[in-house]
């Protein structure tokens, strides 16, 4: 059993930045992907960035491509999203989920990830 546990969340002035965190448990958590999502209200769950268990391959949707980077750091159990240039539309609950897939991570959707945080919302000011 996996648990994921979010944190980094809160309100920041368009422009600015946040660095999220996705603390992991679990002794196959090293092994799985991990994927960040965001759910504004009213939408549908979007995919944002995923990693590779190794952390050597890694994903991004084009909405986010070039202000976020998402990265892994085993030794902690903990991925990260930091967010860089952020946009009142990026204001959503943002969430981490893992998942032992062995499929490329680019083809990974939120079906495909077992297990979820509780997320923690970011709010962009304009």
């Known amino acids: 059993q996996v648990q994921l546990v979010e944190s980094g969340g809160g309100l920041v002035q368009a422009g600015g930045s946040l660095r999220l965190s996705c603390a992991g448990s679990g002794r196959t958590f090293s092994s799985y992907a991990v994927g960040w999502f965001r759910q504004a209200s009213g939408k549908e769950r979007e995919s944002l960035a995923t990693t590779s268990w190794s952390g050597l391959s890694t994903y991004y949707a084009d909405s986010v491509k070039g202000r976020f980077t998402i990265s892994r750091d085993s030794a902690q159990n903990t991925v990260y999203l930091q967010m860089n240039s952020l946009k009142p539309e990026d204001t959503a609950v943002y969430y981490c989920?893992?998942?032992?897939?062995?499929?490329?991570?680019?083809?990974?959707?939120?079906?495909?990830?077992?297990?979820w945080g509780q997320g923690t919302q970011v709010t962009v000011s304009s």
């Open positions: 989920a893992a998942t032992p897939s062995q499929r490329p991570i680019q083809t990974l959707r939120a079906p495909a990830f077992n297990f």
